[in-house]
């Protein structure tokens, strides 16, 4: 197929040119299966960054929630510091590009662009973070995460791990192993314990009742194995 | 080969069976419209006539993709409007806005069909005088509306814009018309 320039003759009309053009066959319809591939394509790819963008915001959501992250915004401003210096950014950053892509890939159609560009990006973030929350909640990450501490994993077993290796700063959940007269004793990964005291100072949920085997999120920074919790707070499983 | 009395969908789908011929037909109703659209858009009407050559080449191409249950004419103006950004671009004469914050939030939906026939054709003689003063971006809505008599659904869809960019974009468009002709 030739380009337009060079079946432009600027004495002839344009109708002639073009009619001439297409009974020539200089140029020629593309058939309709193109389209239909393209457009297949460009759905396979939007549904692709959809379910890499929901996977990676439920992870997000499943750390957060692991970690009892969610919770330590309720003691305080140093609670809002602690929380915003566990996020994992790396993750939050991955999803951000993923949003702006699946944005960008739906734009061109009508319910994408027909919407002001916030009301559109918006009405995604709402639909993934309401997926990413059920599906964090399906068990996958959880497999996962114990996957990931055995045998090598790619991209997503490196957070995984990270996340297992307790870095959240100050911020350590674990299972009450024994009552002590000062607090408890706590047991974090690899059977490690260690030894939570409580005092008056200590921010405690109204009538928290703790208790062996349960499982709790301790805001406080240690000396050894040894610290007095900021606040405790219960945590599911 | 004129098909007079068929919709411009019906004749589309013509050419999309094979009937070459028909395409005359679909030329012969949106020549005149094109070229007044691109010299009035992009201010040059020598690049107009390439232009709307271009344009039925790119629209031939690409036919098979049209829905013919949807209307013809936003489809052909879509790829006028590619066209003409391309064109500008490619002259570099008149800078055009990598990002339009006007895309971002929005706005209150402007009243469509305020304007009488009288008045719109009134602002239609002073926008023909002040059309090269204006922004691009404000000049295609405006030409688009007074001269194409597009409705703002269709604006939106040739722009690819949400309807109430277009009542925005339209709005600043008049008002700079005013600034510019300050006795209407």
Redesign the interface.
Known sequence: ?ET?ET??T?AES??H???E???TGK??????W??ALSAGLLGTGAIIVSLTLLFVVSLIVFMLNESGAWLVPGFGPRGWYAFFVSLPWLLIVVSIIFLVLLEILV??Y?FA???????SLAGITLFVSMSSFIFARTGLHHQLATFALGPHMPFPGYFYQEFHSGTLRNIHRGQIKTLTNRGFLLGVRQDELISVLVTNNTRLPAGAVFSAGDRVMVFGQPQGYEFEAFGVRKIGR | MNIPDDSDETIARLV?QGN?EA??TL??RY?TKL?RYASKFTQNNEDA??L???V??KA??????FDSSRRFSPWIYRIAHNECINAIKKKGREPLGFFDPD?????PLAKEGADDLTKRREIRDVLDNALGQINTKYREPLVLYYFEEFEYQEI??IL??????VGVRLKRGRELLKKIIPSR
Do not use: C
Not at chain 2, 60 to 65: E, W
Not at chain 2, 103 to 107: D, E, S, V
Not at chain 2, 160 to 165: A, G, N, V
């Open positions: 197929m337009p079946i432009k600027p344009t109708r040119q073009v009619l053009a297409i009974n140029v020629q319809m593309v058939p309709r193109r389209f734009r061109r009508a662009y027909r919407r002001p560009l916030l009301l | 999309q070459k395409f005359g030329l012969n020549e070229w006539k390439d709307v050559q271009d039925f080449i031939y191409t690409n036919l098979q993709s895309l971002l939030f929005p706005h939106g869809d690819h814009i949400p309807i109430s960019t």
